[in-house]
C-alpha cells in the first residue's frame, strides 16, 4: 500500500494576485470581460513564470477572438459538456446527496471567513473558489488542495478539447503542491469510472440542482 503523502498547504504573497487574475479569466465573458480581462492581464505580467506563461497565452488568444465566439465556446465548454464541469464537487462526489453536504461545507467555510457569495453564485464553481482564495489564502489553498484531483481531471479534459482555458487550469495547478501519489491515482480512477452515482436505495437529487441551466450557472 502506497503512504499518502500529508501537506500542510502554504502560500506565498503573490498567490492571491494570482487566484484573483485566474478567476476573472475563468468567468462567463460578458461585457465587463473586456475590462476584466486586461486588468488580469496586467497581474498575470507580474507573477512567477510558470503562473504567468499560460495565463497571458490565454489573454493573447483571449483580446484576439470576438466576444460573441469567446461566449459561445465558454457555453459550449463549461455548460455542455460533463467532462469539462467547473463544480469542483461534482469531480468527488457526483450528482449524490454528500455532494449537497459538500457544497454547505464551503458555504460555511466561507462564511466562517466573513465571505458572502451572491444569489446567483454557486459555492464550488472554480472561479468562485479561487476569488474566495484571493481574499483568504490560507483556507482557498486548504480548498483548492482537496480539489486537487478533479482540478487536474480538468485540466486534462480541457487540454484534450484543445480549449483556450486549458491555459488558466495550468496556471492554477502551478499555485498548488505537485500531485501526491494518491492523487495520481484518483485522477486515474475518475478517468475511468466518473464521479460516484447515487447509492443503491436513495432517490438521487435531479442535476438542475448542482449543474444549472447555462443562462444560470456559474459566475456571470
Known amino acids: 500500500m502506497k503512504r499518502k503523502t500529508a501537506r500542510t498547504p502554504s502560500t506565498q504573497a503573490w498567490h492571491p494576485h494570482a487566484w484573483q487574475a485566474q478567476s ?15 486588468l488580469a492581464s496586467r497581474v498575470a505580467a507580474t ?11 490565454f489573454s493573447t488568444y483571449a483580446e484576439q477572438t470576438t466576444a460573441s465566439t469567446l461566449a459561445t465556446a465558454y457555453v459550449a465548454t463549461f455548460d ?19 455532494r449537497g453536504l ?3 461545507r464551503l458555504k460555511q467555510a466561507y462564511a466562517k471567513s466573513g465571505w458572502r457569495l451572491s444569489d446567483d453564485e454557486l459555492p464550488d464553481h472554480l472561479a468562485v ?3 474566495f482564495a484571493a481574499t483568504d489564502p490560507p483556507a482557498g489553498h486548504r480548498l483548492l488542495t482537496e480539489h486537487r484531483a ?14 483556450p ?23 486515474l480512477r475518475l478517468a475511468a ?28
Do not use: I
Request: net charge negative.
Open 24 to 38: 476573472l479569466m475563468l468567468a462567463y465573458p460578458d461585457e465587463q470581460f473586456e475590462q476584466r480581462l486586461a
Open 150 to 163: 478533479g482540478l487536474e481531471l480538468l485540466r486534462l479534459a480541457l487540454t484534450d478539447d484543445n480549449s
Open 80 to 98: 455542455h459538456r460533463k467532462r469539462c464541469c467547473p463544480y469542483l464537487t461534482y469531480y468527488a462526489h457526483g450528482d449524490t446527496r454528500k
Open 129 to 131: 473558489v479561487l476569488e
Open 102 to 104: 459538500a457544497l454547505l
Open 165 to 187: 482555458w486549458a491555459a488558466v487550469l495550468e496556471s492554477v495547478s502551478a499555485t498548488l503542491p505537485t500531485l501526491a501519489d494518491d492523487e495520481h491515482e484518483a485522477v
Open 47 to 57: 507573477l512567477p513564470e510558470p503562473v504567468a506563461r499560460p495565463l497571458l497565452r
Open 193 to 220: 469510472e466518473g464521479p460516484p452515482e447515487e447509492e443503491v436505495g436513495l432517490d438521487p437529487y435531479t442535476s438542475p440542482v448542482f449543474l444549472p441551466d447555462p443562462v444560470v450557472g456559474g459566475p456571470r
